[in-house]
């Protein structure tokens, strides 16, 4: 039986559905909420600002986003095929490009946070 790499693509992938399913509606709320001038006082600019500097902090955000990314990338995957497109290499080789690059640049501003 020959070996497969699709573990290494479905990981992330799930990895990165549960992060926007438990994520992003919280984030999309509290988005919602600071816009109608109702922010929490543990959302402050400052307590953010805090979070975002310290190594916890950079790890979760960077989880949340690099999942994200990872995860939307295999679903624009999938959809491309659906759609009719069959050079599954090509796109799954420009959207995990894109994914890892998106990665690596949220990556390096959160370290000059």
Do not use: N
């Not at 479905?10 to 600071?34: E, H």
């Amino acid at each position: 039986m020959a070996k497969s790499h699709k573990p290494v693509v479905w990981f992330p992938f799930a990895a990165g559905g549960t992060v926007i399913a438990f994520f992003i509606p919280v984030i999309v709320l509290l988005t919602f909420m600071a816009a109608l001038g109702h922010v929490p006082a543990g959302l402050s600019y400052e307590k953010m600002h805090a979070f975002a500097g310290s190594g916890l902090g950079k790890l979760i955000i960077f989880g949340v986003v690099a999942l994200s990314l990872w995860s939307s990338a295999h679903r624009l995957r999938c959809t491309f095929y659906d759609f009719g497109v069959r050079a599954d290499t090509l796109v799954a080789t420009i959207l995990y490009i894109a994914a890892i690059a998106a990665s690596l640049l949220s990556a390096a501003y959160l370290l000059q946070i």
